[in-house]
């Protein structure tokens, strides 16, 4: 099963090696990672996606987070109602005016942006759940050919009253 | 206020944690340092022949006085050579600060002469590392250090130090932190209320209990309250291979250690249990055998104080997070409050059950006319020591014998690498014990692979005049390895001869020791009676045992708890 875990930690120098080091000790695996450091800057928070086969691998996974010196908080977010973002940065080539429409007119049904655009390269970005990004490369595909693609990981936050506070 | 060169800082620091003794070896890194320790008349320095054993002798220190050991080395090597002695006391849970030189900071990155990335190398295996990148970063990462390592569930703590950094040349403010505290560090500590009243009426309610007690009820300085409850409670106590002496070995209530080379009545009393009390055991391979076989009809309750050892291996029904003496001192008010008690009329019938199986007698074994028993070796020392040494051990065959015939009396009295299964440690280990305290008879059980493993270190007892007695159960093999090939692959015996023993006796003689050889039964308790007499002296007394001799009961492999072999020849499931 698909787990989005969000962890708020300690921003020191080595903070992050000791999480990823952690997944990688204990087997676990992750999907996507993203951190940065939040209003407080003595606090980083990070966002982890991962497949898991069962609960108590969860489970085990988020208390061997905790037992991390560096980390004071860790919640996991796909159990009740969340919000996950993924930004998408895809730089496409085309080769002619009715497919740089195409791509004009795919971008604006997936509410993408085009943010930056040269003879025959157009570079969109695009934010949603990591199944819309899925689907939007796959169109545009269909239209143009991909040159790069960057996805930032997902971000998570929990709806409502519950928050990671330090 | 005072004014401190870096190095002065480290070693001030460690003086006013209260530090006696520090174990490592200098080099180019820690030069600072150690001109600041030569010149300290607080702290004493050990100076081993391998870093290694400086982490194995701090290790020891720590198991057997409960304070953190203390460990001073220079960069790279010195720094890697650390590391196995490191993993053994994280798998063991036993607090150590080590601390390392590190190439000048501003040479870091650049694969500089001596340069490696110990916080890298060591973090899997640390409970928490610090960098030093100030000489005014030093005093508060040294008392974070020590917190860090002593409190919640123990662990080794790494701090780098870089060179520019311990400079004699800068001086700073110094102040020792009085106390720290960490916002995202905060152990628990007693039980939940709820979860004590459930735990104390599940184990009331129990007719077939059973006390799984762990290496962290000695961690924790909980022995007082194992025995009280269990007494109280007339439970039947089995120790893990950590948790040997966490209750007393010749206590009635005691029926050994259990897994793996368990007792026939620890293993069948865990298999037919109802309830299985665990506190501060992690229900490690070693003892579980088959999990999906564990204990099918008991229900399980454990303490610990890490929450990542609760479930991890077999699900806990009922779970507490706490200090085991502090969550077992809570069901004990309880019980007195309460003045419950459980039904003696089935524990009774459970004890009856319980001695049945104990009168199997599995630990009686065939002395033979020409070779000496490791068995015989080890009740032996434990009749000459009356059985009050500090033994340790190192590990394989003697290592498994020593905890199954030497009923150990008290906590802190039985010193082994059980997590990590580390060989080498048994000599430094005993120099450790020793130095922390050198009034009691320490002995450390090796056998002849183990013990090569660590020797150079008879050099560093000569040094520092450390009389230890080295107990030497030698069957010309890796007899652990040797008895796995001839029981599991067709007793082809690879690699597990020692095809050259050298002659220990003149190998001590060399370092200034006494080396006596026992061939013999009959020259056994003579020569371990000169051994611990001579206390002044390290000894080293060579066995010449059985080397055809298995360690039984040994649990069969894919079984329930209660499938053993009880012999060459028994085997239960059969």
């Given at each position: 099963m698909r787990s989005i875990i969000s962890v708020l930690l300690e921003n020191e120098p080595g903070a992050l090696a000791r999480v990823v080091g952690l997944f990688a000790q204990r087997a676990y695996n992750i999907e996507s990672l993203t951190v940065s450091p939040t209003n407080d800057l003595t606090l980083s928070r990070m966002t982890i996606t991962t497949e898991v086969d069962c609960k108590a691998t969860l489970e085990q996974m988020m208390k061997q987070l905790h037992k991390l010196v560096d980390v004071l908080r860790v919640s996991e977010l796909t159990e009740g109602a969340h919000v996950e973002r993924e930004l998408l940065l895809i730089k496409v080539r085309t080769s002619n005016n009715e497919d740089r429409e195409e791509v004009k007119r795919t971008c604006d049904i997936y509410r993408g942006q085009i943010v930056d655009i040269t003879q025959h390269l157009y570079t969109?970005?695009?934010?949603?759940?990591?199944?819309?990004?899925?689907?939007?490369?796959?169109?545009?595909?269909?239209?143009?050919?991909i040159v790069e693609v960057v996805r930032s990981g997902v971000c998570g936050i929990a709806r409502g009253e519950k928050a990671l506070r330090g | 206020m005072e004014m401190l060169s870096g190095a002065e800082m480290v070693v001030r620091s460690l003086q006013d944690e209260g530090i006696e003794h520090i174990f490592g070896y200098p080099g180019g890194s820690v030069l600072d340092i150690y001109d600041a320790i030569f010149q300290s008349d607080k702290i004493q320095h050990y100076l081993v022949r391998h870093e290694q054993a400086a982490v194995h002798m701090a290790d020891a220190y720590s198991r057997a006085t409960g304070k953190v050991g203390c460990v001073l080395?220079?960069?790279?090597?010195?720094?890697?050579?650390?590391?196995?002695?490191?993993?053994?006391?994280?798998?063991?849970?036993?607090?150590?600060?080590?601390?390392?030189g590190q190439v000048p900071t501003n040479w870091i990155g650049d694969d500089a002469f001596q340069e490696a990335d110990m916080i890298g190398i060591s973090r899997p295996v640390v409970k928490h590392?610090?960098?030093?990148?100030?000489?005014?970063?030093?005093?508060?990462?040294?008392?974070?250090?020590?917190?860090?390592?002593?409190?919640?569930?123990?662990?080794?703590?790494?701090?780098?130090?870089?060179?520019?950094?311990?400079?004699?040349?800068?001086?700073?403010?110094?102040?020792?932190?009085?106390?720290?505290?960490?916002?995202?560090?905060?152990?628990?500590?007693?039980?939940?209320?709820?979860?004590?009243?459930?735990?104390?009426?599940?184990?009331?309610?129990?007719?077939?209990?059973?006390?799984?007690?762990?290496?962290?009820?000695?961690?924790?300085?909980?022995?007082?309250?194992?025995?009280?409850?269990?007494?109280?409670?007339?439970?039947?106590?089995?120790?893990?291979?950590?948790?040997?002496?966490?209750?007393?070995?010749?206590?009635?209530?005691?029926?050994?250690?259990?897994?793996?080379?368990?007792?026939?009545?620890?293993?069948?009393?865990?298999?037919?249990?109802?309830?299985?009390?665990?506190?501060?055991?992690?229900?490690?391979?070693?003892?579980?055998?088959?999990?999906?076989?564990?204990?099918?009809?008991?229900?399980?309750m454990q303490i610990d104080i890490d929450p990542t050892s609760i479930s991890k291996n077999i699900h806990a029904d009922l779970p507490i997070v706490g200090s085991i003496e502090v969550v077992l001192q809570q069901m004990l008010d309880l019980l007195e409050e309460t003045k419950a008690t459980n039904d003696s009329e089935s524990i009774n019938a459970w004890w009856d059950q319980i001695n049945e199986w104990r009168a199997k007698d599995c630990l009686a074994y065939q002395t033979s006319e020409t070779h000496i028993k490791p068995q015989q070796v080890i009740q032996c020392l434990y009749k000459v020591t009356k059985g009050d040494a500090i033994v340790t051990s190192d590990v394989g065959q003697h290592q498994m014998v020593a905890a199954q015939y030497y009923p150990f009396k008290e906590p802190r009295q039985w010193i082994n690498s059980g997590g990590a299964g580390t060989m080498g440690f048994g000599l430094p280990a005993a120099m450790g014990c020793k130095i922390a305290f050198p009034d009691r008879p320490v002995v450390c059980v090796t056998g002849d692979g183990s013990i090569q493993m660590n020797i150079q270190e008879l050099s560093t007892c000569m040094q520092y005049n450390i009389p230890v007695?080295?107990?030497?159960?030698?069957?010309?093999?890796?007899?652990?390895?040797?008895?796995?090939?001839?029981?599991f692959y067709g007793g082809r015996q690879s690699h597990s001869y020692m095809d050259s023993v050298p002659d220990f006796v003149k190998l001590s003689e060399a370092y200034n020791h006494i080396g006596i050889k026992v061939d013999t039964i009959d020259q056994l308790e003579p020569a371990l009676e000169r051994a611990f007499e001579l206390k002044d002296r390290v000894v080293f007394v060579d066995v010449a045992i059985d080397p055809e001799e298995h360690v039984y009961p040994m649990q069969v492999k894919f079984g329930s708890m209660q499938d053993m072999y009880l012999s060459q020849t028994e085997r239960t499931d059969a």
């Amino acid at each position: 099963m698909r787990s989005i875990i969000s962890v708020l930690l300690e921003n020191e120098p080595g903070a992050l090696a000791r999480v990823v080091g952690l997944f990688a000790q204990r087997a676990y695996n992750i999907e996507s990672l993203t951190v940065s450091p939040t209003n407080d800057l003595t606090l980083s928070r990070m966002t982890i996606t991962t497949e898991v086969d069962c609960k108590a691998t969860l489970e085990q996974m988020m208390k061997q987070l905790h037992k991390l010196v560096d980390v004071l908080r860790v919640s996991e977010l796909t159990e009740g109602a969340h919000v996950e973002r993924e930004l998408l940065l895809i730089k496409v080539r085309t080769s002619n005016n009715e497919d740089r429409e195409e791509v004009k007119r795919t971008c604006d049904i997936y509410r993408g942006q085009i943010v930056d655009i040269t003879q025959h390269l157009y570079t969109i970005q695009l934010t949603g759940a990591g199944v819309k990004l899925d689907a939007f490369i796959d169109t545009i595909n269909n239209a143009s050919e991909i040159v790069e693609v960057v996805r930032s990981g997902v971000c998570g936050i929990a709806r409502g009253e519950k928050a990671l506070r330090g | 206020m005072e004014m401190l060169s870096g190095a002065e800082m480290v070693v001030r620091s460690l003086q006013d944690e209260g530090i006696e003794h520090i174990f490592g070896y200098p080099g180019g890194s820690v030069l600072d340092i150690y001109d600041a320790i030569f010149q300290s008349d607080k702290i004493q320095h050990y100076l081993v022949r391998h870093e290694q054993a400086a982490v194995h002798m701090a290790d020891a220190y720590s198991r057997a006085t409960g304070k953190v050991g203390c460990v001073l080395v220079t960069a790279g090597p010195g720094a890697t050579n650390c590391i196995t002695g490191i993993v053994t006391a994280y798998m063991d849970s036993i607090p150590l600060v080590v601390l390392s030189g590190q190439v000048p900071t501003n040479w870091i990155g650049d694969d500089a002469f001596q340069e490696a990335d110990m916080i890298g190398i060591s973090r899997p295996v640390v409970k928490h590392s610090f960098s030093c990148r100030t000489a005014e970063d030093i005093p508060i990462a040294i008392k974070k250090a020590f917190y860090i390592a002593s409190t919640g569930r123990p662990g080794p703590v790494v701090i780098d130090l870089p060179k520019d950094v311990q400079s004699p040349l800068n001086k700073f403010p110094y102040e020792y932190p009085e106390s720290v505290e960490l916002r995202s560090y905060k152990p628990t500590l007693s039980g939940h209320k709820g979860q004590i009243k459930r735990a104390l009426a599940a184990l009331l309610g129990a007719k077939k209990p059973v006390f799984y007690v762990g290496g962290g009820s000695i961690i924790a300085n909980a022995s007082k309250q194992v025995l009280e409850l269990a007494e109280k409670l007339n439970l039947p106590v089995t120790n893990t291979l950590m948790g040997l002496g966490a209750f007393p070995g010749e206590h009635k209530q005691f029926i050994g250690m259990l897994g793996m080379h368990g007792t026939y009545e620890a293993n069948n009393s865990m298999h037919n249990a109802d309830l299985i009390f665990s506190a501060g055991a992690r229900f490690d391979d070693r003892v579980t055998n088959n999990v999906d076989k564990f204990c099918p009809n008991a229900k399980i309750m454990q303490i610990d104080i890490d929450p990542t050892s609760i479930s991890k291996n077999i699900h806990a029904d009922l779970p507490i997070v706490g200090s085991i003496e502090v969550v077992l001192q809570q069901m004990l008010d309880l019980l007195e409050e309460t003045k419950a008690t459980n039904d003696s009329e089935s524990i009774n019938a459970w004890w009856d059950q319980i001695n049945e199986w104990r009168a199997k007698d599995c630990l009686a074994y065939q002395t033979s006319e020409t070779h000496i028993k490791p068995q015989q070796v080890i009740q032996c020392l434990y009749k000459v020591t009356k059985g009050d040494a500090i033994v340790t051990s190192d590990v394989g065959q003697h290592q498994m014998v020593a905890a199954q015939y030497y009923p150990f009396k008290e906590p802190r009295q039985w010193i082994n690498s059980g997590g990590a299964g580390t060989m080498g440690f048994g000599l430094p280990a005993a120099m450790g014990c020793k130095i922390a305290f050198p009034d009691r008879p320490v002995v450390c059980v090796t056998g002849d692979g183990s013990i090569q493993m660590n020797i150079q270190e008879l050099s560093t007892c000569m040094q520092y005049n450390i009389p230890v007695v080295i107990l030497l159960l030698n069957n010309r093999s890796l007899g652990m390895v040797k008895q796995w090939q001839k029981m599991f692959y067709g007793g082809r015996q690879s690699h597990s001869y020692m095809d050259s023993v050298p002659d220990f006796v003149k190998l001590s003689e060399a370092y200034n020791h006494i080396g006596i050889k026992v061939d013999t039964i009959d020259q056994l308790e003579p020569a371990l009676e000169r051994a611990f007499e001579l206390k002044d002296r390290v000894v080293f007394v060579d066995v010449a045992i059985d080397p055809e001799e298995h360690v039984y009961p040994m649990q069969v492999k894919f079984g329930s708890m209660q499938d053993m072999y009880l012999s060459q020849t028994e085997r239960t499931d059969a």
